[in-house]
């Protein structure tokens, strides 16, 4: 399967790269072995292959020729790259895609280059980092568009502005690039629309790389809701949480005063009924208006007003014997929830396979108050 076709296929793909240091970062994993770890990546859900090739990375071509003679997903090879003679190199070498980065090229160059690609019949990685960079690579009619989070001048890394232009880049092929470390990040890049995540840093730097990917890509996400106090906030981040969830709907017993502080690493939604407000989460969750209770069952999950997901819930107070079969009848994107807890949560996932749980009541000491052991149990039996 072609580079471009691998990225294209539905959920979100994860491009694992092999690279010894970063020149921001100094030596990550000098000792790396591509043939090995291209084959573990294979083995734990990479959709392709990352190799860099350039010294300043520690690598060489040699370590694209290693990675294609052990695996047989697409490979990318990675490097600032400017003549014919580099990909037809880089193609030789077992290579299925190239980078090009458009920081160093202009639009002739770029343009002849994409067209060389085309016939080598590999695919091209067209790298963008701030909004005139992607305006050229859509004049270009690159296929699959890389935005990097990090300025390659300053080494900085800017994830807000990544998700912005990841969303103005949706329609192409789309890689966020640079900056993912935890599951909620990536699931950030997936809701603005990127179609993989590219990794380096976070693999290298692991004890065990394969299994770092394993952790980034799987699925479900899991979610604790209801949260009104800090203590419980920084609890469920500990368990490893990869979203935690502020409900504001008059009448709920767990009415949060307010999105408490988060770290970057998980994703905070701000959870309403009827009409939402801005409260500053990353994500919004909107329940239906229902008369007589605190909020109807079914809802959306929402990204800058757009909705990304739906929540299959049980109804306020009430109980469906159907639910699971119903919540496993949806398409598309689901969160699932309704009375899950560290006992009920794996099977409920085996019938379902939701891309999220959600928990809240049944991970309580007290409305509204968190009971630490059964959030870390919730967590643990989620994803196991």
Not at 13 to 37: F, Q
Not at 231 to 255: H, K, N, T, Y
Request: aromatic share 4%; net charge negative.
């Amino acid at each position: 399967m072609r580079f471009a076709d691998a990225l294209s296929q539905p959920g979100l793909g994860a491009i694992a790269e092999v690279k010894r240091r970063s020149p921001s970062a100094g030596d990550l994993r000098p000792d790396a072995d591509p043939a090995r770890l291209a084959a573990a990546f294979a083995e734990s859900g990479a959709t392709a292959v990352s190799v860099l090739v350039d010294e300043r990375f520690g690598g060489t071509v040699d370590d694209l020729r290693a990675a294609r003679a052990a695996t047989s997903v697409p490979l990318l090879g990675k490097g600032f790259f400017s003549t014919e003679e580099d990909l037809r190199e880089l193609r030789d070498a077992g290579a299925d895609a190239v980078l090009l980065l458009l920081r160093d090229l202009d639009d002739a160059t770029a343009a002849r280059l994409l067209a060389y690609t085309e016939e080598l019949g590999v695919d091209a990685l067209v790298e963008a980092h701030d909004g005139g960079e992607l305006d050229r690579a859509h004049r270009l009619g690159a296929r699959v568009i890389g935005i990097n989070a990090r300025d390659l001048s300053t080494f900085q890394i800017d994830r807000a502005a990544q998700l912005a232009l990841v969303a103005r880049a949706a329609g192409e092929v789309v890689v966020a690039e640079s900056g993912v470390q935890t599951r909620a990040q990536g699931a950030a890049a997936e809701l603005a629309g990127a179609d993989a995540i590219l990794v380096g840093s976070s693999l290298m730097r692991a004890a065990d790389p394969a299994a770092k990917l394993r952790e980034l890509v799987s699925r479900p996400l899991v979610k604790v809701c209801g949260l009104t106090r800090q203590e419980d906030v920084d609890q469920a981040v500990e368990a490893g949480a990869d979203l935690v969830g502020f409900i504001f709907a008059e009448g709920s017993p767990r009415r949060a005063p307010a999105v408490l502080p988060v770290s970057d690493t998980v994703l905070s939604v701000a959870v309403f009924v009827g009409e939402p407000e801005e409260r500053g989460a990353d994500l919004v969750q909107v329940y239906t208006h229902e008369e007589g209770v605190v909020r109807g069952r079914d809802a959306v999950l929402l990204r800058d007003g757009e909705p990304v997901a739906r929540v299959a819930d049980l109804p306020w107070e009430g109980e469906d014997p159907e639910h699971l079969r119903r919540a496993a009848a949806e398409s598309g994107r689901l969160v699932l929830a309704g009375r899950l807890d560290p006992g009920n949560v794996r099977a409920a996932i085996d019938a379902v396979h939701p891309w999220a749980v959600d928990a809240a009541s049944q991970l309580e000491a007290a409305p509204g108050i968190k009971d630490h052991a059964k959030v870390k149990a919730f967590v643990e039996a989620a994803h196991a």
